[in-house]
C-alpha cells in the first residue's frame, strides 16, 4: 500500500471534510487507507464516510495528540504515513502527486506547497519552500513543513521513535527535525493541502508553551555527535550558515538561564567552530543579516506573491 492517512480527532464538526478530502483522491482505493484515532472518550457522531472500506477507526482516551498519532501509525499499512488534523483538508490528486514525486525520490519525507485558510475560506497566506535534500539547518532554523502536506516513510517514522508523547506542543516540528538529522527531504511546488488558522480557528495547542518546547526539541538533537557537520552541509549560502551560528547561540544562553554551565560551555564552543568553518561566509551581510535578526519562513502572500527569508 502507498499510503495510510491517520488523523487523530477530538470530535470536531470538521472530520468528515478531512476524511472525504482524502477518500475522494483519485488513486486506486487499495492504494490508500484512512485512520481515524478517536481521542475524544466518547463516540463518534454517525456519518457516511465510517462506511466506507478504506476507513478504520481506532479508540485512545483522551491521551494527547502525540499518542493518538503514534496509536494509529502502528497500525498502518502503507509505505508512507500521511498525518492529517481533523480541521485540516488535502487537495484533489494530493496522493498522486505525491506518488508522482514517490517514484523519482528515495527521500524519507515528501512535501509539497500549503494554503493558510481561515473560516471563512478566505487564503490569507501560501508556503512554498521548495527545500530539498539535507535540510537540517533550515529546519532547526525555524522553516515550518506542515504535516498535512507531508508523507513521512513509515520506515524513516519509527526508525527515529515517531513522535514524543512528552512535547506538549510543537510534535510536528520535533519530528520534523529528528527526520532531516536523519533523512533527506524531496518537494513538489503543487499545492497539496489547505490549513485551518487565522479567524475563526480553534485549537487544543497550548501556544504559550510553544517556545520552551522548540528549546527542548533542538536541545536533543544538538547532543548527538556529527549534528554540526550534517548542519554545515545543509548550508547552501552564507545565510544558512549565519543561522547556524545563531542556534548554537541561541542554545548557550537558554543553558546559562538554566544553570546548566558544561552544557552552554559546549554549544558556545560549537558555536565558535561553525564560525571558523563557515570561512568566508562570514564577510557576508547575510551572515550577519542571519545572525542577528529572527528568521522569517519563505511564504508567499495572495496579495504580492513575494517569498522572504
Given at each position: 500500500m502507498f499510503?495510510?492517512?491517520?488523523?487523530p480527532t477530538i470530535g470536531r464538526s470538521t472530520l468528515s471534510r478531512a476524511v472525504c478530502s482524502i477518500l475522494d483522491q483519485s488513486l486506486e482505493g487499495d492504494d490508500f487507507e484512512v485512520i481515524v484515532v478517536n481521542d475524544s472518550g466518547r463516540p463518534l457522531p454517525q456519518a457516511d464516510w465510517q462506511?466506507?472500506?478504506?476507513?478504520?477507526?481506532?479508540n485512545t482516551n483522551q491521551c494527547n495528540r502525540s499518542v493518538a498519532r503514534n496509536a494509529g501509525a502502528a497500525t498502518a499499512r502503507g509505505k508512507f504515513l500521511h498525518f492529517l488534523d481533523d480541521d485540516d483538508w488535502v487537495l484533489p490528486d494530493t496522493l498522486r502527486t505525491?506518488?508522482?514525486?514517490?517514484?523519482?525520490?528515495?527521500?524519507?519525507?515528501?512535501?509539497?506547497?500549503?494554503?493558510?485558510?481561515?473560516?471563512?475560506?478566505?487564503?490569507?497566506?501560501?508556503?512554498?519552500?521548495?527545500?530539498?535534500?539535507?535540510?537540517?539547518?533550515?529546519?532547526m532554523a525555524g522553516e515550518w513543513i506542515p504535516l498535512?502536506?507531508?508523507?513521512?516513510k513509515?520506515?524513516?517514522?519509527?526508525?527515529?521513535?515517531?513522535?514524543?508523547?512528552?512535547?506538549?506542543?510543537?510534535?510536528d516540528k520535533d519530528l520534523c527535525a529528528r527526520v532531516a538529522a536523519f533523512s533527506s527531504f524531496a518537494s513538489t511546488p503543487t499545492t497539496v493541502a489547505c490549513i485551518l488558522r487565522g479567524v475563526g480557528w480553534e485549537t487544543s495547542t497550548d501556544y504559550a508553551r510553544s517556545r520552551e518546547s522548540?528549546?527542548?526539541?533542538?536541545?536533543?538533537?544538538?547532543s548527538r555527535p556529527g549534528i554540526l557537520s550534517r548542519m554545515r552541509s545543509s548550508a547552501s549560502s552564507s545565510y544558512w550558515h549565519g543561522r547556524i551560528l545563531r542556534v548554537y547561540l541561541i542554545s548557550a544562553l537558554w543553558n546559562l538561564r538554566r544553570k546548566t554551565i558544561l552544557t552552554a560551555m559546549?554549544?558556545?564552543?560549537?558555536?565558535?567552530?561553525?564560525?571558523?568553518?563557515?570561512?568566508?561566509?562570514?564577510l557576508s551581510p547575510d551572515f550577519w543579516r542571519a545572525l542577528t535578526t529572527a528568521h522569517v519562513s519563505r511564504t508567499r502572500t495572495p496579495h504580492d506573491r513575494v517569498k522572504t527569508s
Open positions: 499510503c495510510s492517512t491517520v488523523i462506511q466506507s472500506r478504506r476507513v478504520r477507526i481506532i505525491f506518488w508522482a514525486l514517490g517514484r523519482t525520490s528515495d527521500a524519507g519525507w515528501l512535501y509539497g506547497a500549503s494554503q493558510l485558510v481561515d473560516s471563512n475560506g478566505r487564503l490569507f497566506n501560501e508556503l512554498h519552500l521548495g527545500m530539498s535534500g539535507n535540510v537540517l539547518a533550515q529546519v498535512q502536506a507531508s508523507l513521512i513509515s520506515e524513516v517514522f519509527f526508525a527515529v521513535g515517531g513522535f514524543d508523547p512528552l512535547m506538549p506542543v510543537g510534535q522548540g528549546y527542548q526539541s533542538r536541545e536533543k538533537l544538538l559546549s554549544r558556545a564552543t560549537f558555536g565558535a567552530a561553525s564560525f571558523v568553518l563557515a570561512g568566508r561566509q562570514v
